[in-house]
């Protein structure tokens, strides 16, 4: 899989991409507008990270590449790829329960803490990507 050389872009399907994992240096793009609302990526090697109107959104560490990312408020699903597995932790519903999927394997039920944040991990390499899904449940 590709990274996003544009560092943020939206797809001819709705859905947004974004992230440069191969970037040596922290790089920023501020200020982009997608449905009514206002995007910033910072993205390199070590850490990937999507805000959406000031709120975090979306972060991986190590910096990842996200392609066809659909957030709702039932439903997360993006493809990921990147040079080495990835810690990756996205914002949903604080204390709700969620059943997470990569690539469409069912790997269990996970909680959302207090801010409403759930973490997975994700086995990333040389010419490989996951799907992942999450879905409330």
């Known amino acids: 899989m590709a990274v996003v050389k544009e560092l943020l872009r939206t797809e001819v399907d709705g859905g947004l991409s974004f992230g440069d994992y191969t970037l040596d240096k922290k790089t920023k793009l501020d200020g982009f507008e997608f449905q009514g609302d206002i995007y910033k990526v910072k993205t390199f090697r070590e850490i990937t990270k999507l805000e959406k109107n000031g709120m975090f959104v979306y972060e991986s560490v190590p910096g990842t590449a996200v392609e066809d990312f659909y957030m709702t ?37 996970m909680k959302t803490n207090l801010s409403g944040k ?13 799907d992942v899904k999450i879905v409330k449940a």
């Open 73 to 109: 408020d039932e439903a997360v699903t993006f493809t990921v790829s990147g040079a080495e597995d990835a810690q990756i932790t996205v914002e949903l519903e604080e204390g709700c329960e969620y059943i997470v999927y990569m690539d469409d394997v069912n790997v269990g039920r």
């Open 118 to 130: 759930l973490s997975v991990s994700a086995e990333l390499g040389e010419d490989v990507s996951v």
